[in-house]
Protein backbone atom coordinates (compact mmCIF):
# COMPACT_ATOMS: atom_id res chain seq x y z
CA UNK A 1 0.00 0.00 0.00
CA UNK A 2 1.64 3.57 -1.18
CA UNK A 3 2.33 5.76 1.65
CA UNK A 4 1.02 9.16 0.85
CA UNK A 5 2.00 12.71 2.32
CA UNK A 6 -0.24 15.94 2.04
CA UNK A 7 2.01 19.40 3.05
CA UNK A 8 1.43 23.05 1.76
CA UNK A 9 -2.02 23.88 3.66
CA UNK A 10 -2.24 27.37 6.07
CA UNK A 11 -4.39 30.10 6.28
CA UNK A 12 -5.03 32.15 3.71
CA UNK A 13 -7.38 35.33 2.94
CA UNK A 14 -9.80 35.15 0.21
CA UNK A 15 -8.12 35.62 -2.92
CA UNK A 16 -4.86 34.37 -1.91
CA UNK A 17 -3.36 31.23 -3.70
CA UNK A 18 -1.55 27.96 -1.94
CA UNK A 19 0.16 25.09 -3.33
CA UNK A 20 -0.40 21.52 -1.61
CA UNK A 21 1.67 18.48 -2.08
CA UNK A 22 1.44 14.72 -2.24
CA UNK A 23 4.45 12.93 -1.93
CA UNK A 24 4.09 9.27 -2.49
CA UNK A 25 6.60 6.77 -0.70
CA UNK A 26 7.15 4.44 -4.38
CA UNK A 27 8.60 5.83 -7.73
CA UNK A 28 6.55 3.22 -8.96
CA UNK A 29 3.05 5.23 -8.17
CA UNK A 30 4.23 7.93 -10.39
CA UNK A 31 2.20 5.64 -13.17
CA UNK A 32 -0.88 5.67 -10.64
CA UNK A 33 -3.76 8.42 -10.74
CA UNK A 34 -3.76 10.41 -8.01
CA UNK A 35 -6.63 12.46 -6.09
CA UNK A 36 -7.30 14.86 -4.32
CA UNK A 37 -10.58 15.44 -1.76
CA UNK A 38 -11.59 17.78 0.67
CA UNK A 39 -13.48 17.76 3.70
CA UNK A 40 -15.30 20.75 5.60
CA UNK A 41 -16.29 20.28 9.03
CA UNK A 42 -19.64 18.76 9.32
CA UNK A 43 -19.85 17.80 5.20
CA UNK A 44 -18.86 14.57 3.63
CA UNK A 45 -15.45 13.87 1.98
CA UNK A 46 -16.17 15.54 -2.07
CA UNK A 47 -13.64 15.06 -5.04
CA UNK A 48 -11.50 18.16 -5.86
CA UNK A 49 -9.49 16.53 -9.07
CA UNK A 50 -8.21 13.95 -10.19
CA UNK A 51 -4.61 13.03 -12.92
CA UNK A 52 -4.42 10.07 -14.28
CA UNK A 53 -1.07 7.96 -14.62
CA UNK A 54 0.38 6.79 -18.55
CA UNK A 55 -2.07 10.19 -19.90
CA UNK A 56 -1.78 13.11 -17.20
CA UNK A 57 -5.40 13.54 -17.92
CA UNK A 58 -7.20 15.95 -15.52
CA UNK A 59 -10.60 15.90 -14.27
CA UNK A 60 -11.96 18.36 -11.78
CA UNK A 61 -14.79 19.15 -9.65
CA UNK A 62 -17.32 22.01 -10.97
CA UNK A 63 -16.85 23.90 -7.53
CA UNK A 64 -13.05 24.56 -8.25
CA UNK A 65 -13.18 24.02 -12.57
CA UNK A 66 -10.67 27.44 -13.66
CA UNK A 67 -9.15 28.11 -10.26
CA UNK A 68 -7.22 24.53 -9.27
CA UNK A 69 -4.58 22.96 -11.01
CA UNK A 70 -3.45 19.20 -10.70
CA UNK A 71 -0.20 18.61 -11.43
CA UNK A 72 2.58 15.59 -11.37
CA UNK A 73 5.91 16.20 -10.22
CA UNK A 74 8.10 13.29 -10.86
CA UNK A 75 11.41 14.71 -9.73
CA UNK A 76 9.52 14.93 -6.34
CA UNK A 77 7.46 11.78 -6.67
CA UNK A 78 4.88 14.12 -6.11
CA UNK A 79 1.28 15.60 -7.13
CA UNK A 80 0.57 19.10 -6.25
CA UNK A 81 -2.60 20.81 -6.39
CA UNK A 82 -2.31 24.81 -7.46
CA UNK A 83 -5.36 26.50 -5.90
CA UNK A 84 -5.63 30.39 -7.01
CA UNK A 85 -8.87 32.50 -6.37
CA UNK A 86 -8.96 30.93 -3.27
CA UNK A 87 -12.58 31.89 -1.09
CA UNK A 88 -13.90 30.57 1.97
CA UNK A 89 -15.73 28.17 0.68
CA UNK A 90 -12.82 26.45 0.27
CA UNK A 91 -11.73 25.94 3.94
CA UNK A 92 -11.42 22.35 4.55
CA UNK A 93 -8.76 19.30 5.63
CA UNK A 94 -7.51 18.33 1.94
CA UNK A 95 -6.43 14.60 1.09
CA UNK A 96 -4.32 13.02 -1.28
CA UNK A 97 -5.71 9.68 -2.14
CA UNK A 98 -4.51 6.55 -5.01
CA UNK A 99 -6.79 4.01 -6.28
CA UNK A 100 -3.95 1.69 -7.16
CA UNK A 101 -4.44 1.51 -10.81
CA UNK A 102 -3.22 3.81 -13.77
CA UNK A 103 -6.29 4.85 -15.34
CA UNK A 104 -8.51 7.23 -13.83
CA UNK A 105 -11.24 4.73 -12.22
CA UNK A 106 -14.71 4.63 -12.80
CA UNK A 107 -16.54 6.40 -10.57
CA UNK A 108 -13.71 8.84 -9.74
CA UNK A 109 -14.80 11.11 -7.41
CA UNK A 110 -16.31 8.51 -4.89
CA UNK A 111 -14.12 8.64 -2.04
CA UNK A 112 -14.52 4.50 -1.27
CA UNK A 113 -12.85 3.95 -5.12
CA UNK A 114 -9.49 4.93 -3.28
CA UNK A 115 -7.70 2.27 -1.14
CA UNK A 116 -4.72 4.48 0.08
CA UNK A 117 -5.09 8.36 1.78
CA UNK A 118 -2.71 10.78 3.34
CA UNK A 119 -3.55 11.76 6.48
CA UNK A 120 -4.69 15.88 5.16
CA UNK A 121 -3.42 19.10 5.54
CA UNK A 122 -5.74 21.85 6.43
CA UNK A 123 -6.73 25.14 4.25
CA UNK A 124 -7.98 27.73 5.81
CA UNK A 125 -9.21 30.59 3.71
CA UNK A 126 -10.83 34.05 5.53
CA UNK A 127 -13.04 36.53 4.36
Known amino acids: QVQLVESGGGLVQAGDSLRLSCVYSERTFSNYAMAWFRQAPGKEREFVAIISGPSGRTYYADSVEGRFTVSRVNAKNSVDLQMNNLTPEDTAVYYC????????????????????WGQGTQVTVSS
Open 97 to 116: ACAGQKNVPAGYSHPYKYNS
